[in-house]
């Protein structure tokens, strides 16, 4: 904690000698050519560093993740190339300090050739030992890429790799029918485990019926391969339906049948309640999202039929203060086979099935226009079967350095 304690005390002095130089800077909001480079350092108690069910084992970590983001912004294109890595240094167990525990890059391009199109792609790799690193990341990829299909659980400290492309297209036909298509690729690696591979397709129309209500017809497609298990194909045409409840309320519904090549009919469910009210001049904003899908676990053979459950509540009691807490729970089933190797070609099949419930708090506080910092508190709980049941606790406070110049004046 005192390494922490001398970066903010560093950080302080810093910023209030560069005010004047903060409040000059250039936004994005401005067309131009830009770099953008970052630093951010967070101090973090983790009670459970290797995932373990049994003898877990705690640790203080400090924690390092220089970065760089640079690349041409304006209104009908932007194209912004990032990089970073991460170090780690642990308090009572130096062997696994690391100079370089992860690094990650990545390509995020959005383009309007005309008024009714607007063209997007994004390509994200990321390789690391941090878990907690690879939860966002998988979430980062989540908001990206709706189509993107890769989860986690509890499998502590190894090596993951997850490369995930995607290119996305909406045409606005009239003012009231739009058009959407997006395809998406994912790899993932994991030291000791499996490596999964999935290609996702997904095509839609939307029309407003009326001011508060939208209609929308699709079709998800997906394949699912990994060593050892059988590729699968999934195919899920879709019904959806968007109503505002009230100017800060929506309620929206996406169903339909899930046909996969391993036979059987599933179902494919996507429905989500944001609700948001106002204390005195602030809105205070919940939502609520159930998801019931296929897709995969890093590290894990094979894919997996998904359920998730999420609510979130965030507020900004001032200009420069966020908060927000949040709440998961998510089912992760899948079934594996293998064959017999003796004279008699038998196969068996076994069926996983892994819960997990988390638990989010966070706060972050914007210092200067360069500078903020931030806090954090996570609690999960991954139950497993067959396996036993793995509590995790995690607890961040840090700072973010970002500063974006212009470098075409």
């Known amino acids: 904690m005192r390494l922490l304690a001398a970066a903010i005390v560093s950080a302080v002095v810093l910023g209030s000698s560069h005010l004047a130089w903060a409040q000059a800077s250039a936004t994005l909001g401005t067309a131009g050519l830009y770099l953008i480079p970052s630093f951010k350092v967070s101090e973090a108690f983790d009670d ?10 705690s640790d203080f970590i400090s924690r390092f993740y220089p970065g760089l983001q640079a690349g041409y912004s304006s209104d009908p294109f932007t194209l912004l190339l990032t990089g970073g890595f991460e170090a780690d240094i642990f308090a009572k167990h130096p062997e696994l ?19 009714r199109l607007t063209l997007g792609a994004n390509v994200a790799y990321t390789e690391t030992k941090s878990l907690p690193t ?18 986690t659980v509890q499998q502590g400290r190894q090596k993951t790799t997850l490369l995930n492309a995607s290119s996305s297209a909406v045409y606005q036909f009239t003012p009231l029918t ?15 485990g499996a490596s999964n591979t999935a290609y996702g397709a997904q095509v839609g129309v939307s029309r407003q019926f009326t001011l508060r209500d939208t209609g929308t017809l699709g079709d998800i497609q997906n394949v699912f391969e990994s060593p050892g298990s059988p590729t699968t194909y999934t195919n899920a045409p879709t019904v959806g339906w968007t109503h505002q409840l009230t100017p800060l309320t929506t309620l929206g519904v996406q169903a339909g ?26 809105v205070v904003r919940a ?7 296929q897709g995969f676990v890093v590290g894990q053979a094979g894919p997996t039929t998904t359920d998730t459950f999420s609510s979130g509540l965030a507020f900004e009691p ?15 089933s899948g079934s594996t086979s293998s064959s017999g190797t003796s004279t008699s ?25 360069w500078l903020t910092a931030r806090t954090s508190y996570s609690f999960s709980l991954q139950e497993r079967s067959p396996g036993g049941n793995i509590p995790h606790n995690l607890i961040l406070v840090g700072l973010d350095i970002s500063y974006p110049f212009r470098i075409d004046r």
Do not use: C
Request: hydrophobic share 30%; no cysteine; proline share 4%.
């Open 134 to 151: 690879l939860t966002q990341t998988v979430a980062d990829l989540t908001l990206a890429n709706p189509l993107n299909p890769a989860n």
């Open 48 to 57: 459970n560093i290797f995932a373990s069910s049994t003898n877990r084992e």
């Open 287 to 293: 939502s609520v999202t159930y998801v019931h899908s």
């Open 257 to 282: 049948p899930q046909f996969s090549s391993r036979g059987g009919v599933g179902a494919y469910a996507n429905a989500s309640l944001s609700y948001g009210y106002k204390i005195a001049d602030n």
């Open 97 to 115: 300090n690391d100079p370089v525990t992860g690094w990650n890059a990545g390509l995020n391009l959005r383009y309007l050739p005309i008024r």
């Open 178 to 192: 739009s058009g959407t298509s997006s395809i998406s690729y994912t790899d993932s690696t994991f030291q000791g």
């Open 318 to 332: 001032s200009r420069s203060l966020q908060v927000s807490v949040g709440t998961t729970m998510s089912k992760f």
């Open 345 to 369: 070609s038998t196969t068996t099949s076994s069926t996983s099935s892994t819960t997990t419930h988390g638990v989010t708090a966070g706060a972050s506080y914007q210092l200067l226009r």
